[in-house]
């Protein structure tokens, strides 16, 4: 079996369970809040991929654009 050098990229699916912790000036304004927000800190518990993908990049699909094919074959 032959191998090419096809550019590809992967793509992997799944779930994330993860830990938010923010801190705040008040506890009023920690029990309003319903969402840790972008300065939080996050602390990944367990990750679960479920299914991956590959796909040809499109300089990969460039190159086969203006390549030949030859065929080879017995008795011609």
Do not use: H, R
């Not at 830990?19 to 029990?31: I, L, N, W």
């Not at 939080?40 to 518990?45: D, Q, S």
């Amino acid at each position: 079996m032959s191998s090419t050098k096809q550019n590809c990229k992967k793509t992997w699916q799944g779930t994330a369970e993860f830990t938010a912790t923010k801190e705040f000036d008040s506890v009023q304004v920690a029990a309003e809040t319903n969402s840790p927000g972008d300065n939080a800190k996050i602390e990944v518990l367990d990750l679960k991929y479920t299914k991956s993908s590959i796909k040809l990049t499109k300089e990969t699909d460039e190159q086969f654009k203006g390549a030949s094919i030859q065929k080879t074959g017995q008795g011609t």
